[in-house]
């Protein structure tokens, strides 16, 4: 369907949603027909833009056989000429299919892949990158789980941040993130390449995905620590086994067994609802080829190379020579092309 005749049919659908409403229409069908008006009525506006924008156009070219008045109409058509494709191009993108989950508030799990120390030691940056990023938002980030290492570093690192579209803007993070640099520990000044594994989820609902009690194996035990830290005598710690999915998630960061239960839970339930988008989204896009990343957690994604002082995200061929900047949490400059870059495969599959 050619965009003309998609937005003459999604204007003429306003209309009908209006005039129902109008008819005083009560209960479910009132709920149903605010919300679906609610949600196409910035397109309508748009339309409306767009419309206006036509018109005027058609009036100045109908104006260019007027000597005294084609230099205004030439003006008025040199204006219009970015307008409309703009215009055009915001509603293209106002249409395409929307990510539920983007609204949703995140939990980000970090952990060391290769590279020993120096994977942990990055590691724990990262996870303080991420903080500094959600402190520049406005994001709440609250720390789920932390397990340090002797040196500084982190073993595994979980946190929920919460606010409007984290998932949005943190989505496309999941992945292998490589570093280059010469560890603290290394004597004879050589770089080393480590490597830190990040995994982004949308935060779940109990509503979202039904989680069977006698599907649930639940351990407790004593939490333990590095440097005798954390430790409690109590079995505090909670290990979580969803029995059908293989879903590991263990828990010792609170005191209170109930509490780690709870948090534990919670996080079980984002990786399982985050394994059915997964396994929607594939069956849905069929390896779009131009996908900007997959999410998958084993693809690298990015390298931070301390020496040259660059980042470089391998998936959209951007390097930015600031990465004292980067690692304060400065992302936006890669969270706003890879949105950007997204946007327009999609599109590009849409036609």
């Known amino acids: 369907m050619n965009l003309a005749l998609k937005l003459d049919r999604i204007a003429a659908r306003a209309d009908e949603l209006r005039a129902l409403l109008g008819e005083g229409i009560s209960g479910e069908a009132y709920v149903k027909a605010s919300r679906e008006l609610n949600d196409i009525e910035p397109v309508v506006a748009r339309i409306g833009d767009l419309r206006s924008a036509e018109q005027a156009r058609d009036e100045a070219e109908a104006l260019l056989s007027d000597p005294e008045m084609k230099s205004l109409a030439e003006a008025e058509l040199f204006e219009l000429k970015d307008k409309i494709p703009a215009l055009e191009h915001e509603i293209r993108l106002a249409l395409l299919p929307r990510d539920e989950a983007d609204a949703r508030s995140a939990i980000l799990e970090i952990r060391p892949a290769a590279g020993g120390d120096e994977a942990g030691l990055f590691a724990a940056e990262l996870f303080q990158m991420y903080q500094k990023y959600a402190e520049s938002k406005g994001w709440k980030f609250e720390v789920m789980e932390f397990g340090d290492t002797e040196l500084g570093g982190m073993k595994e ?171 304060v949490g400065d992302l936006d400059e890669f969270v706003d092309k890879l949105t950007a870059e997204d946007q327009a495969a999609r599109l590009a599959a849409d036609e």
Not at 219 to 235: C, F, I, L, P
């Open 157 to 327: 690192g979980i946190a929920e941040i919460n606010g409007r579209n984290v998932f949005a803007r943190l989505k496309y993070e999941s992945g292998v993130h490589r570093v280059q640099r010469v560890p603290a520990t290394e004597s004879q000044g050589r770089i080393h390449t480590s490597t830190v594994t990040v995994a982004v989820l949308p935060e779940a609902e109990e509503v979202d995905v039904e989680v069977n009690e006698s599907d649930l194996r639940i351990d407790v035990y004593r939490a333990s620590g590095a440097g005798g830290q954390h430790v409690n005598k109590t079995e505090s710690a909670v290990r979580i086994t969803h029995i059908p999915t293989g879903i590991v998630v263990a828990m010792q960061e609170e005191r209170s067994q109930h509490k780690n239960r709870a948090k534990a839970m919670k996080i079980l339930r984002s990786r399982m609802y985050e394994a059915q988008r997964s396994s929607l989204a594939a069956t849905r896009a069929a390896d779009r080829k131009n996908q900007v990343g997959t999410g998958d957690r084993s693809e690298r994604i990015r390298t931070y190379n301390f020496p040259q002082g660059r980042v470089s995200d391998h998936r959209i061929n951007l390097t930015l020579y600031k990465i004292d900047r980067v690692m």
